[in-house]
Structure formats: structure tokens, C-alpha cells
């Protein structure tokens, strides 16, 4: 990509696909980015601004899909299998925003803070309060975390980020409400750029009842 590019707004969104994802939750979670990506690609703004990165963790954590414009952005196959490495995504997260998000230099500004939603049903197999903590500290991004489902542990997402939601099941219609949200909440960023203020918390649109702010 050249210099003279515009500044992007980096999307990263951070998946859970371990085994107590699988079946009707993993295909809702994939027709959900399908549906994500076709709404964004229609609104023009978020069409030229928005870069779009999926993180998968389940045994271990991927970056599926590095950070890609939407329109050349291809649908990761998802699939549900092993235990909840979250520490390992987290980490992966950190390192990913390092070497794809362009810092600003004399030269030129850099990319706008990324915009990162992490998903999960369940609690951290792994070593993970470390990791929590340096990306808290560092603020690396506007972060909205999602406990989705009885067994998912908003107290460890609240060590990640103050903005942590609530899904109360992981049935198909609420993993698409979740996403359809996120779209949202990427298009109503990315039509605001030019107000954002450094450090500030990101503006959401309000949530449908399915999703729960966590206080």
C-alpha cells in the first residue's frame, strides 16, 4: 500500500471457535461476518475506510485473516474445536496492531485507533491476566468485548476493557442481532472520524435488547 493512502480505521475482530462453539453457534458466527462484511461494503464510508482482520483462538490463537481492505477481504472458514486459549489471542492482537497499524510521523498521520471486538462463550484455558493487563495499559484500541452465552466470564473481559457486553444465549438470532451491532457500531465509527478525539471512548450506537451493557 502507498504513503499517499488515506488513513485507515482498523477492524479487528477476535473470535472464540473452541468445541463449545460448534454447531449452531459457529455457523451463526459465520453467517454473522458474511452479513457484517456485505453491510459494511454497501455504506460508502465504511467502504473506504474500514480494514477488516479476523483472530480465531480455540487449542491456540490465528490470525485468519490479516488486516484487509473490504473489498479484496475473503471469508475465513470458521470452524469449532478445542479448549479457549485467550491469552494467546490476546497476544496475538497485540502483536498484529503493532506491525499492520500505521504509526504517525513527520511524514504523514497514521491510521485511526482500531476498532477490536472480541467474542467469547467461555472462560481462559490459558495463562491470560498478563496479556489482559498490557493491553489494557497500552490502550492499543477501542475495544468492545462480548460475553456471549451462561458460560462466558465478563469479570476476565473486564480486565481487558471497560466496555464489555452481554448476550444471554448463543441462539442463531442473537448471534446476528450481536453482529449486525457490530456493523453498525464500525459504520457509525467510521462516518465520525473527522470528530474523533484522541483517547476518547468510542460512540456506540445503543445495543438491541438482546445485548446487555455490562456496568
Given amino acids: ?27 451463526a458466527v459465520r453467517q454473522g461476518v458474511k452479513a457484517l462484511v456485505a453491510d459494511l461494503r454497501s455504506d460508502p464510508q ?18 485468519v485473516c490479516p488486516l484487509t481492505e473490504l473489498m479484496a477481504f475473503q471469508e ?3 470452524d469449532a474445536s478445542g479448549s479457549t486459549s ?33 467474542m467469547t462463550d467461555g472462560q481462559a484455558t490459558d495463562s491470560w491476566e498478563a496479556h489482559a493487563d ?33 448476550l444471554n444465549n448463543l441462539q442463531p438470532d442473537t448471534l446476528k442481532a450481536f453482529f449486525k451491532w457490530v456493523s453498525s457500531s464500525i459504520k457509525t465509527t467510521s462516518s465520525s472520524l473527522d470528530q474523533v478525539v484522541a483517547d476518547a471512548p468510542v460512540n456506540l450506537p445503543p445495543p438491541p435488547p438482546q445485548i446487555q451493557i455490562v456496568p
Avoid: H
Fill in 134 to 166: 498490557r493491553i489494557k495499559q497500552k490502550k492499543v484500541g477501542n475495544i468492545i468485548a462480548c460475553a456471549a452465552g451462561p458460560g462466558a466470564d465478563s469479570a476476565m473481559l473486564k480486565r481487558v476493557t471497560e466496555i464489555v457486553v452481554e
Fill in 1 to 27: 500500500m502507498s504513503e499517499s493512502m488515506g488513513r485507515r480505521l482498523p477492524v479487528y475482530l477476535v473470535l472464540d471457535c473452541s468445541g463449545s462453539m460448534s454447531g449452531e453457534p459457529i455457523e
Fill in 76 to 78: 475465513p472458514n470458521l
Fill in 86 to 118: 485467550f491469552g494467546e489471542a490476546l497476544k496475538l492482537l497485540e502483536q498484529a496492531i503493532d506491525t499492520e497499524v500505521r504509526k504517525t510521523t513527520p511524514a504523514q498521520k497514521g491510521d485511526w485507533k482500531p476498532l477490536v471486538f472480541i
Fill in 46 to 63: 465504511a467502504l473506504e475506510t474500514a480494514f477488516l482482520s479476523v483472530i480465531t483462538f480455540s487449542s491456540s490463537a490465528q490470525q
